[in-house]
């Protein structure tokens, strides 16, 4: 029996695996929990806050509007996007002495991650630690430039024992090897 190849079939992509991970690494829409979904909305409106200076109740409005909205958290949602745009200064301040650069060379997109990091950990303490600085990589892979994500991840780690000092503590603590 001859093997019959169609057209079709024949320039197909290669399957991916079911891992929830996407070819570049990211996460997968359909793995992704109702608060990563509010996360990568807060930063699109975030985005817009920073680049293109929309009010805020503006960017709530178009962002609501958007396919998939409705699979996020929208009151995590509404928390990061009112919270960072009101508490911009104050994100800023926890954020910029680990900088090393000014805050205009940052991408708007790392530094709205930062800022969804640093009010998390603020904020949220429901969120464990470990939890807010995974998400905020995340989002700096998928939405950030090249090595983005190792930047977040870093300025994100020295800010977290100032605002989680007991939590991060304990979490280190746990993972150090006994002496024998």
């Known amino acids: 029996m001859a093997d019959i190849t169609t057209p079709s079939s024949a320039k197909r992509p290669p399957r991916q ?9 990211a996460r997968k829409a359909g793995s992704k929990s109702d608060r990563s979904r509010a996360r990568e909305f807060a930063l699109q409106g975030l985005y817009q806050s920073l680049v293109g200076r929309n009010a ?25 996007l009112q919270g960072c745009v009101a508490q911009a200064e104050q994100l800023d301040a ?3 002495p680990l900088l090393d650069r000014p805050m205009t060379e940052i991408s708007p997109i790392e530094h709205a991650v930062m800022w969804i990091g640093a009010f998390e950990l603020s904020h949220c303490p429901d969120v464990p630690w470990r939890v807010v600085l995974n998400e905020c990589v995340e989002l700096a892979k998928e939405f950030g430039g090249t090595d983005g994500h190792k930047y977040v991840n870093a300025v994100l780690n020295g800010i977290a024992p100032a605002l989680r000092a007991a939590e991060v503590e304990a979490d ?9």
């Open 94 to 96: 926890l954020i910029t």
């Open 56 to 80: 805020v109740e503006d960017i709530d409005l178009f962002t609501r509007d958007l396919a998939g909205f409705s699979k996020a958290d929208a009151v995590h949602f509404d928390a990061l």
């Open 172 to 180: 280190r603590g746990s993972h150090k090897k006994p002496r024998a």
């Open 17 to 25: 695996s079911r891992t929830g991970l996407t070819s570049t690494g």
